[in-house]
């Protein structure tokens, strides 16, 4: 089939008797080297097969909604209890900082009306993804190295968050010149001081509670399509226990 190509390459015309006729030249090796014909096949069908491959690896391309879905997994409520309350004592506590308690009514206060400087969705998703994080490394640090929940559990989970922390930057990069809004800066600012003070306790399953929940609640879009009439949003909603909480 190789030789059939070059000699379709080679044709070239020639006048006789008033008219074009074109002829391929009878042999590659006539006019070149039999080591030339082999080096230009090569680099021919090795051109072809990466054109071939160019539209599958494009379309292999990690996608953001899939991260998280598996991120939404291992947050499941049988897992949750099983990890992060059955393998704990009896009303067993960590502390953390306030911020770092981020529910559902914290999402809607901060979505409060400021026309001077309104709260866009990243910087909310922007902070769920930080306090999650810091809320599994907390936990971690409390673990002794065998413990169930450290090896089967809490380590997975934070492998999965890196994960989709990579393709979260990749796909909306921070905008560097953006002047946050005031609310927001300084919630960052209590969250990266060493030296804060405001501690709270609270249970290793309420972390991950509020994470689902707020996770739900920010990245709508990559779940609504399997409800489209919930309000994930919605704090009522999940007290009449209509999804798993």
């Known amino acids: 089939?190789?030789?059939s190509?070059?000699?379709?390459?080679t044709y070239r015309p020639r006048r006789q008797k008033n008219f074009l006729e074109f002829r391929p030249i009878l042999q590659c090796k006539q006019?070149?080297?039999?080591?030339?014909?082999?080096?230009?096949?090569?680099?021919l069908r090795g051109l072809l097969g990466f054109i071939c491959l160019l539209p599958v690896c494009m379309s292999a391309a990690p996608?953001?909604?899939?991260?998280?879905?598996?991120?939404?997994?291992?947050?499941n409520a049988t897992l949750r209890r099983r990890f992060m309350k059955m393998n704990f004592p009896i009303n067993y506590t960590i502390q953390v900082?306030?911020?770092?308690?981020f529910r559902l009514r914290n999402i809607s206060r901060l979505n409060m009306s400021n026309e001077e400087e309104p709260v866009q969705q990243r910087d909310l998703q922007d902070l769920w993804l930080w306090v999650s994080q810091q809320g599994i490394k907390r936990v971690l640090r409390v673990l002794p190295e065998r413990h169930p929940t450290r090896s089967k559990y809490l380590s997975k989970l934070e492998n999965l968050f890196r994960r989709f922390e990579e393709?979260?930057?990749?796909?909306s990069p921070i905008d560097e010149e953006r002047v946050l809004p005031e609310r927001i800066q300084n919630i960052?600012?209590?969250?990266?001081?060493?030296?804060?003070?405001?501690?709270?306790?609270?249970?290793?399953?309420?972390?991950?509670?509020?994470?689902?929940?707020?996770?739900?609640?920010?990245?709508?879009?990559?779940?609504s399509k399997e409800d489209d009439n919930y309000d994930y949003c919605e704090v009522l909603n999940w007290r009449k226990g209509k999804k798993t909480t």
């Open 31 to 43: 006019r070149i080297s039999r080591t030339m014909v082999q080096s230009e096949c090569r680099l």
């Open 63 to 75: 996608d953001l909604c899939v991260s998280l879905k598996t991120v939404r997994d291992s947050l």
């Open 97 to 101: 900082h306030y911020e770092e308690v």
């Open 1 to 3: 089939m190789l030789r």
């Open 167 to 171: 393709l979260y930057n990749q796909k």
């Open 5 to 9: 190509i070059c000699a379709l390459l």
């Open 188 to 223: 960052w600012d209590r969250l990266t001081d060493q030296y804060y003070e405001g501690w709270k306790s609270v249970t290793p399953k309420s972390i991950l509670d509020n994470c689902y929940r707020t996770m739900l609640c920010l990245f709508k879009e990559c779940f």
